[in-house]
């Protein structure tokens, strides 16, 4: 399943989380790394992971608020693009 990068945060541990969302916003998947890692292996636009793989938003504002940004991202990038 096709997911779009609708979050990134940064914490003080020098980790970045990055949320992957559907288009409907009502799925994620979220990953950490660390900077130097992504500076090696930057975030794309997409990721591709099974459905086993992701979680369920259950606030209805964060699914909107998700399927916006993957709507904004979709229109906007191809999913391999660097970001």
């Known amino acids: 399943m ?10 003080t541990r020098q980790t970045v989380s990055l949320t992957y969302a559907t288009e409907d916003g009502e799925r994620y998947y ?22 086993s793989e992701l979680e369920g ?3 209805d504002g964060t699914a909107d608020r998700y399927a916006a940004e993957a709507r904004r991202m979709a229109d906007r990038h191809d999913p391999d693009d660097e970001v």
């Not at 979220?30 to 459905?51: F, I, K, M, W, Y």
């Open 57 to 59: 938003v259950e606030d």
């Open 30 to 51: 979220r990953r950490q790394a660390s900077v130097e890692l992504l500076g090696r292996n930057p975030a794309t636009a997409a990721v591709d992971r099974p459905e």
């Open 2 to 11: 096709q997911l779009w990068l609708v979050e990134r945060e940064y914490d």
